[in-house]
């Protein structure tokens, strides 16, 4: 549904984005991780056609590119983008909003009351946005976002300032708009709750992809036990020669490869090390990330 | 879409209190300026017309005798001493307060008598005491249209019908150019502050300015309307409605025709809306290339004094013309045209250059717009 090819972005000596190149298709949701300042906002500013890309091209539906500005207009018909919650106008409503939203791509605001319902925005969204507290906004902007009902969404730091109970309630409807075939970026620091409703979660550093982490399929599976340097070091010679130590503190034995009772002696022997929790299952968004990100920290 | 894009651009501008403003000093200044103007003290026709035989006196006194041992000096000789018995006379019909066919016949005679004393090359008068040729046109185009019409002589210039032209005149030009500037300083500026929210609309930039001019327009002209209802109305409450049928004169086809107020007005507004549009698109093409308020409205001055500025240094500025038709109040009265020696300047041909105009700044934006669109590379974060 989209493609990203060749893609290269580079401010003054600066790579941004370096020959990256992904497809993703309908119907999922797509996780993009990365720390601050490293390219994520770039790589959805260049899907809507904000940033021209020096190298490489946008391609949606295997054939639109962003050749000219009635190919933009023609892909923007089908593609939203996550307002930022400093950018709404003070003096407009929150249903203003939303109606904008809703006319300008479904070219309908039938569906505006459920969005709110649902998003339990009732009692403010008639009042104007300057009164809205950073979780009201951060609300707001996700049900323009619903609002517009387009087949592709790129949402930037969709759950920052919300709490848990809102940050639960987006999630769902993630989940329910991924059923409805709409493919979705979501770019969040929230790792594990991506990990709820992601179908990959895509890694990004010095400019490419380094890791594609797919939530559905054959994934392998880790015995994860947090473990001091220390005792790390007692143990180092003892390990299998492909186990992970993660960012100084989270020991992965990689169940590959073990038959039953080798599994059974190494859960055995660890758990003397055990002062957390140890846990068995694939790596998940925050050790891959804690793995990319914090290794050299 | 576009009316969609319309209806939050009209959310918008309802709630923009510098809009507001400006709106309400079109609204005051109407009712304002009548404050100030019925103050004025305005010559009377008798008045005008014993300053012209004062006139015609000053002539005799210094017409050389030399000259009228001439044929030539002795038949202009003729001519203006005939011209002030009757203009003369003409002082004395006002007087009387009657008798208003007598006084424009002999005006149009007066007319005619200095004209041929034009023909003759005004031998023997000094310069300063020539009536210009505009002004006679003026007088017998009036005359004629009175006669015409069979209207009164001297209408009261403090009411509203009169009112409204002079105050029309006076907001016209130069100031309305720089309001209609102001108002759309940041017409395309205030998207920075949001532009995550409109950035990907799924709307071409034309439908976008168009309904941002639309919107800015119907602004400026409804405001505008209510500031003439305003004003008319405190007038007529004042001093009356007066005669919206009586003459105002407009320089036309090379010659002076004299038009009803109210044709008067309806001309004075059509080209207001012409002007509003022309500064409108300007405003979006000066946002397009300043992204600055303030330099909306300095270089949009600067580029109407232009042509002023050359004139005052005695360069050729004819290219540069169509940028002082603005100025309509002097389009419509002729005086642009003596000011620029350019007999072709009227108010039709300051209409189509100014429709000229626009269409060469929407030029100018669509060429500007296309070259941001690819030279956007990397240029948004």
Sequence with gaps: ???????????????????????????????????????????????????????????????????????????????????????????LTGMDHMKLYGSMWKKSTKHIQEIVDYLQMNDYVKRKVRTYSLGMRQRLCFAMMVATDTSIMLMDEVMNGLDVSNVALISKRLIQMKEEKKLIFVASH????????????????????????????????????????????????????????????????????????????????????????LTIGPLGTVEYYEKYYLENE | MFWKYVLFESKLLIRNRKLWFLG?????????????????????????????????????????????????????YDLISEQSSLVNMQVYYLSQGKNTEA?????????????????????????????????????????TYIQKHDIPLQPDTIV????????????????????????????????????????????????KIHSKIMIHFLHTIIFLLIGLLVGGLYAAKEAGFGDFTYPVLIYQNGSYEAISTLSYLLHTLLAIAVITLMALYLSILL??????????????????????????????????????YIDFANVLSGDLSVKLENAQIDYWHAIFWLVILI??????????NRFIYFKRKEANE
């Design chain 1, 190 to 277: 929230l790792l594990e709750n991506l990990d709820l409703y992601a179908d990959r979660v895509i890694f990004l550093k010095d400019g490419n992809i380094i890791h594609e982490q797919r939530f559905h399929g054959e994934t392998e599976d880790y015995i994860k036990l947090e473990i001091e340097h220390d005792q790390y070091e007692k143990l180092k010679n003892m390990l299998p020669a492909n186990h992970m130590y993660i960012a100084n503190h989270i020991l992965c034995l990689p169940l590959k490869g073990m038959n039953i009772s080798e599994q059974t002696k190494w859960i055995e022997n660890l758990l003397d090390f055990n002062e957390k929790e």
């Design chain 2, 359 to 368: 269409l060469l700044i929407l030029t100018i934006i669509t060429v500007v």
């Design chain 1, 1 to 91: 549904m989209l493609e990203l090819k060749k893609i290269s972005v580079a401010y003054k000596d600066k790579k941004v984005l370096d020959n990256l190149s992904f497809t993703a298709h309908e119907g999922e949701i797509i996780g993009v991780v990365a720390p601050n300042g490293t390219g994520k906002t770039t790589l959805f500013n260049v899907m809507a056609n904000f940033i021209k890309p020096k190298t490489g091209e946008v391609i949606y539906k295997e054939r639109h590119t962003y050749k000219s500005e009635r190919a933009e207009l023609f892909i923007h018909k089908n593609l939203s983008t996550f307002p930022d919650q400093s950018d709404l106008f003070d003096e």
């Design chain 2, 287 to 324: 946002n397009m290339i300043f992204n600055n308020a303030y330099a909306n409205v300095l270089i949009g001055l600067g580029i109407f004094l232009i042509p002023h500025l050359l004139v005052n240094i005695r360069v050729d500025s004819q290219l540069f013309h169509p940028l002082t």
């Design chain 2, 160 to 207: 509203a019908s009169n009112y409204l032209i002079v105050a029309l005149n006076t907001f016209s030009g130069i100031l309305f150019f720089i309001y209609v500037l102001i108002s759309g300083s940041e017409i395309l500026l205030y998207e920075q502050r949001h532009r995550t929210v409109v950035n990907g609309f799924p709307l071409s930039f034309n439908t």
């Design chain 2, 103 to 143: 006084y424009i016949e002999s005006g149009l005679r007066v007319n005619e008598l200095r004209l041929e004393v034009h023909e003759l090359g005004n031998k023997g008068i000094p310069d300063h005491l020539v009536m210009p040729k505009e002004e006679i046109l003026k007088e017998d185009a009036l005359l």
């Design chain 2, 24 to 76: 309400l000093i079109i609204i005051l200044f109407f009712p304002i300026y009548f404050l100030y103007y019925s103050q004025s003290d305005p010559e009377s026709l008798e008045d005008q017309k014993k300053y012209e035989a004062g006139i015609i006196s000053s002539i005799f006194n210094q017409f050389p005798e030399d000259q009228r041992d001439t044929s030539e000096g002795n038949e202009v």
